[in-house]
C-alpha cells in the first residue's frame, strides 16, 4: 500500500524560507511523477510544483515560481520542496501528493492517487 507523508512545515515571517520534505513508501517511487498541492479553507486544492518520474522535467505555478524548487532523490525514496523568499499569501496547508499514471507530468489534483495528511505553512507579515 502506497503511502505518502510531508514533515517540515511550520509559521515563519514574510521573506524566509521553509524545506517540506516527503517521503514516499509502500510501492516503487520511480514509477510515479510526483506533486505539491497546498489548500487554504473554503478554496481548491491547487498545484504548487510538480516533478517527473526521473526528475528530468518539473514545473511550478507562476505564483511561486523563482522562490519555490521542487526535487526528488529516487534512492532514497524522497521528494523535497525548497521554499524561499515567503510570502502571508502563501499560507497554506501544503499536500505531497503521488501519481502513478503513465502519462505526462499533470498539474490536476483528481490525476495523483496518493496523499499524504498535508503540513500547515504560516507565513506572518
Known amino acids: 500500500q502506497v503511502q505518502v507523508a510531508e514533515s517540515g512545515g511550520g509559521s515563519v515571517q514574510a521573506g524566509g524560507s521553509l524545506k517540506l520534505s516527503c517521503e514516499f513508501s509502500?510501492?516503487?517511487?520511480?514509477?510515479?511523477?510526483m506533486g505539491w498541492f497546498r489548500q487554504v479553507p473554503g478554496k481548491e486544492r491547487d498545484i504548487v510544483c510538480a516533478?517527473?518520474?526521473?526528475?528530468?522535467?518539473?514545473y511550478c505555478d507562476n505564483s511561486v515560481s523563482g522562490r519555490f524548487t521542487i526535487s526528488r532523490d529516487n534512492a532514497k525514496n524522497m521528494m523535497y520542496l525548497e521554499m524561499n523568499s515567503l510570502k502571508p499569501e502563501d499560507t497554506a496547508v501544503y499536500y505531497c501528493?503521488?501519481?502513478?499514471?503513465?502519462?505526462?507530468?499533470?498539474?490536476?489534483?483528481?490525476?495523483?492517487?496518493?496523499w499524504g495528511q498535508g503540513t500547515q505553512v504560516t507565513v506572518s507579515s
Open positions: 501528493a503521488a501519481d502513478p499514471g503513465v502519462w505526462g507530468l499533470s498539474r490536476t489534483a483528481s490525476d495523483y492517487a496518493y
Open positions: 509502500g510501492g516503487l517511487f520511480i514509477t510515479n511523477n
Open positions: 516533478i517527473s518520474r526521473r526528475g528530468d522535467s518539473s
